[in-house]
């Protein structure tokens, strides 16, 4: 509903509201004041006035309101309307002091429209009015007789006239005030609208937000029981061939096995990259101490058979400070440095004399910074920016699945951790791993747990 | 266009109000008309009234000739009854209703709220030389005409220096040579008498 609608129609609606309520009320209040003419006319005959400048005045108002519909030019008629009722019922009550007093009537009726503006004609009528004939008796002008009153001296006639400005003025701001309040009510009322609105927006985006986040872990299910089941047939294959491998053969077939192995190899190191990325969206986080040394001690025995036979033997340096015990996720940590890890031993540089891969590890209350160096081949400039993006792969020749740097990013952000890559064509790659020491993580864990 | 046209029509509209204004004033401006049957009465004129008026003799007298039916004599009751606290026992008051219905002695004395003689007899305004209301006649102790004119020059009685018919009085008391008034207080304004309307 309130999509359509903006605050300036909702404002527009409620001036029209304003207006033709006002408007319907004038009827009435006109009606009323033409009717006490005629009443007042009872007292000294002055039908001829009563009937007369009544019906002018009621006709000088509707033909305004009938000739310019869209102007609030009838308003400003109303008021001066209002003020010729206060001249006529003067005179005809033959300058009855009371009937000056229809000019303040008219001037309460007039804030109805919550328009200030509206009070000048009717005061302007009034002082124009008062101020002359007030003035001609005074001078004592014979044919003037604006009041009864014997003591309407200047000085009562001048506090007359600020009391009576006063009036006015209290008026228009009353006028004033109320569109002020009514302004700000429908800014709130449009701005509740709004909220409202907002509230079903997020309630429906909380609701698709939940839908999406099923179907998402139900996914991830699927991926890895999927992947989990495949490697169970891959596992076979292997041993079939770890079999086929201790008979003789002939060269032909040593080399079919052997190609049959490495695809075998490769398909199952590609599900396992699956089964990480999966494990690390899936699983919660299992927070314990790290032991770097160890770690990195298993990982380089699992990673030791990687290097091919014709690769040049590749020198391991690891520097390990971790005097302070240092908490985060082991399985995601173990994942960020065995991709790391193997690429660096993978992409090695052939015409480097003495390849290297250099682990450097630092540990501090706050977190670990790790470094993973090497002097292989190094990643161009361009491919910088992709190179953490999913299966993306530098080229077709490269042996990985193109998801390892996909998983090692989405590792080190799901530990709150920061990854950097800076890299040298020809000269080697070097990625820092900065992630935070979860040990009062750790404690809360626990305590949650007892 | 239309603009134009609105605030011409506007401004024949207010026209016609002013003519209305105007024209209501001159006309409560203008004196009565003089009756063709008039026979005027000269100030020091003696009136009888032994058998129209309940009034002691030997005391001055102040006929306020009303009509109820007239706005100017409604207008002017108050000014009257001030008139009659403050000479009330020093001149005998009386009103001389001058109209064609039935109105009462007690509807009238009602009116005034004031227990003071009251007749309804029409010949008196001719005795007095009396044709529109309201109008004062102030006779006298031997009820001789002392004043037969207005009671002031404004219609609301405001004008202190035009108390006309107080003025009499006053006069009347302090042993001074009756005052001449002028033209305001001896032509009359008001309303004509009932029977002799001649607009």
Redesign the interface.
Known sequence: MFSQQTYQSLHDAYLLQVKVKSDRLMNYFLAAFFICGLLLAL????W??AI??GS??L??YY??RL??PDSD?YQY?VSGVFG?FM?QFI?QM??LFEMHFIAFIGSAILITYQNWKLQIPLAALVIVHHASFGYLQYIGY??I?F????YMTLQTFIIHGILATVVFFICGLWAYQMKLLNERQIQQTYDMGRYQEEQLQRKALLQSNEELKKSNKELDSFVYSVSHDLRAPLSSMLGVIGLCEMREMDPFMEKNVSLMKSSVKKLDGFIMDILDYSRNARLEMRLQEIHFDEMLTDIFGNLKFMCAEDQKKVDIRLAVRNGIPFYSDKSRLSIILNNLISNSIRYQNPEATDPFVEIQVEVSETGADILVRDNGIGIAKENQGKIFNMFYRVSNRSAGSGLGLYIVKETVEKLDGVIRLHSETGKGTEVSVRLPNLAHSHSVQLQSQS | MKKALTITWLLLIFSGIACIFWYTDWKYSLPTPVPSAYHPVAPGAYVDLASKLPVARNKPVFLHFFNPDCPCSRFNIPYFKTLVRKYGDKISFAVVVLNNDDYTAAQIKHKFDLDIPVSFDSTLAAACGVYSTPQAVLLDANHRLYYRGNYNKSRYCTDTRSNYAQMAVDSLFSNVPRPLFAGYALKAYGCQLPGCTKK
Do not use: N
Not at chain 1, 147 to 150: A, G, I, P
């Open positions: 007292f000294y005959d002055t001829l006035v007369g400048i002018l005045s006709i000088a033909s305004t000739l310019l030019a008629m010729l001249a005179y033959h300058g014979d044919k007789y009041t009864q009153l014997d």
